[in-house]
């Protein structure tokens, strides 16, 4: 069993960068994939981004491609979104998620195991 606690939402003015953290128990880190998924208000989970197992191959949405980047540390079993000029269309609860095979996935129901998520909002 994996455990995730995403941290580093919070408030921030358009054209701001955050860096979200999402940090992995109870588990061999490296064994996962994982995937950045964010949620708005009235809206479906939308995927973000993933990375593979060893953080060779990562693979963004076109929304936030050239803003976002997507990175992993297998050491300290991290995984992490680095959010620049963020946009109040980027406002939503992000969630990071993992599932058990080497490569990531686009689509939400093929990760076993999600965070609590974390708020940003992004003011205009």
């Known amino acids: 069993q994996v455990q995730l606690v995403e941290s580093g939402g919070g408030l921030v003015q358009a054209g701001g960068s955050l860096r979200l953290s999402c940090a992995a128990s109870?588990?061999?880190?490296?064994?996962?994939?994982m995937g950045w998924f964010r949620q708005a208000p009235g809206k479906e989970r939308e995927f973000v981004a993933t990375i593979s197992q060893s953080g060779g191959l990562t693979f963004h949405a076109g929304s936030v491609k050239g803003r976002f980047t997507i990175s992993r540390d297998n050491a300290k079993n991290t995984v992490y979104l680095q959010m620049n000029s963020l946009k109040p269309e980027d406002t939503a609860v992000y969630y990071c998620?993992?599932?058990?095979?080497?490569?990531?996935?686009?689509?939400?129901?093929?990760?076993?195991?999600w965070g609590q998520g974390t708020q940003v909002t992004v003011s205009s």
């Open positions: 109870g588990g061999t880190f490296s064994n996962y994939a």
């Open positions: 998620a993992a599932r058990g095979v080497a490569r990531g996935s686009t689509n939400p129901l093929e990760y076993n195991y």
